[in-house]
Structures are given as C-alpha cells and as structure tokens.
C-alpha cells in the first residue's frame, strides 16, 4: 500500500524557517515522481515542487522559485521541503503526493498525482 506521511510543520514566524520531510513507503521510490503541494484556506490547492528521485531532477513553478528547496534522501524514502524566508502567504497545509514515473514523464499538478499524504499545516505569523 502506498503511504506518504509528512511531518514538520507548525508555526513560525514571518522570515524564518522550516523543514518539511515525506517519508514514503509502499512502492518503489526512484519509480515515482513526488511532489509538495499546498493549499490555504478558500483557496486551490497549487504546487510548490516536484523531484524525481532516481535523476535528482527537480521542477518549481515560477512562483516558488527562489525560497523552496526540494530534495530527497533516496536510502531513507524521504522528500524533504526546505523553506527560508517564509510570509505569511506561505501558510496552509502542505501536502507530498506522488505519481508513477511512466516514460520519463510527469506533471506536477494536482490532477497529475495519483497518491497522497494527509498534510501537515504550517502557520507563517506576522
């Protein structure tokens, strides 16, 4: 059974830092892009990054570009999400997903994901 379980969310003050981490169980990790994604309150969900793990390759839209991170630790099934410089427009639950890594192609949307984490909520203070 695929389970992706996040962890490292809570509340932080405005210009600071936090260390999203996904650990994936349940499939075969480098066969599977993954990604983070977030959702505010009344707003959609969006993405923040997607990596695949067995290349490193790794895709931000151009709106998070700059103070996300994505990274994995391929011997621990771990997605990480580095996040420096945090607004309060950051906060909202933040999700890992993944997909199957079928012909070397993904999208990194929401619709393009096929399994999901429960969230883990990070709280960005002013």
């Known amino acids: 059974e695929v389970q992706l379980v996040e962890s490292g969310g809570g509340l932080v003050q405005a210009g600071g830092s936090l260390r999203l981490s996904c650990v994936a169980s349940?499939?075969?990790?480098?066969?599977?892009?993954i990604g983070w994604f977030r959702q505010a309150p009344r707003k959609e969900r969006e993405a923040v990054s997607c990596?695949?793990?067995?290349?490193?390759?790794?895709y931000y839209p151009d709106s998070m570009k700059g103070r996300f991170t994505i990274s994995t630790d391929n011997a621990k099934n771990t997605v990480y999400l580095q996040m420096n410089s945090l607004k309060p427009e950051d906060t909202a639950d933040y999700y890992c997903?993944?997909?199957?890594?079928?012909?070397?192609?993904?999208?990194?949307?929401?619709?393009?994901?096929?399994?999901w984490g429960k969230g883990t909520l990070v709280t960005v203070s002013s």
């Open positions: 349940g499939f075969t990790f480098d066969d599977y892009a």
């Open positions: 990596i695949t793990p067995t290349d490193g390759s790794a």
């Open positions: 997903a993944a997909v199957e890594f079928i012909h070397s192609d993904y999208v990194c949307k929401p619709y393009g994901m096929d399994y």
